[in-house]
Every structure is written in C-alpha cells, then in structure tokens.
C-alpha cells in the first residue's frame, strides 16, 4: 500500500515557481524531500521535523526553496522559487520511523519509506 505521494510536478520555465505536495500515512516525526537529476546521485532538497516544524535545507536550497507543514493534515509542502535547469529532476517525499536521529538519517538518505517520485523539469 502507499505510504507517501508526491504531487505537484510538472513543467516550468526558468525563474518560475512550483510548489510539491507530499502526504504521508506513515508513522514519522519526519519528512524530507531528496531530488536525483539525469546521471546524478540522489541529493537532500530540505527536510521538516513534524513536530515543532524545525527544518533543515540543503545549501543550494536554503535561499530558494521552503519546506513546511502543509494546511492539511499529514501533508509536507515544497515551495520552489527561482527555478533554474539545474533543478530538473525527480523529487522524492521521504520519512524515518519515528527517531531523535532525524538530522542525520535526513542527511544521509536513510529513510525508511519512500514515494514514487514527482518530475520537476525546468527549461
């Protein structure tokens, strides 16, 4: 069964926005988002402890891109702003069983589930 979706891909141009939707039925106290260009490992985009709505971002992303607790319940948005090519790629949802050890399982990549994947491509 589906545990974590992501919504909200799609085509845009240069300096455009999107904004990615994952909801999540999974038991977690965290939900990340990753991305995998063509040809390229798999990379964190920013991740949000459900909690008390600590994040954290990747550098690339600290200035552009926002992660937040979505209106509806059990749902983690992504704001992406100022697009550029270089962010073409699949975007990944993601979360952990519950653990205090968030940051580092997020910076790792070691989520325990995982969503299909959403493609953002900008030109």
């Known amino acids: 069964h589906v545990q974590l979706v992501e919504s909200g891909g799609g085509s845009v141009q240069a300096g455009g926005s999107l904004r990615l939707s994952c909801s999540y039925t999974?038991?977690?106290?965290?939900v990340g988002w990753y991305r995998q260009a063509p040809g390229k490992q798999r990379e964190g985009v920013a991740g949000i402890l459900i909690g008390n709505g600590d994040t954290v971002s990747a550098d690339f992303a600290k200035y552009r891109f926002t992660i937040s607790r979505g209106n509806a319940k059990n749902t983690v948005d992504l704001q992406m702003n100022n697009l550029t090519p270089e962010d073409t790629g699949v975007y990944y949802c993601?979360?952990?069983?519950?653990?205090?050890?968030?940051?580092?399982?997020?910076?790792?990549?070691?989520?325990?589930?995982w969503g299909q994947g959403t493609q953002v491509t900008v030109s």
């Open positions: 999974v038991q977690t106290n965290c």
């Open positions: 993601a979360a952990p069983r519950p653990s205090v050890f968030w940051f580092n399982a997020w910076r790792k990549g070691n989520f325990d589930y």
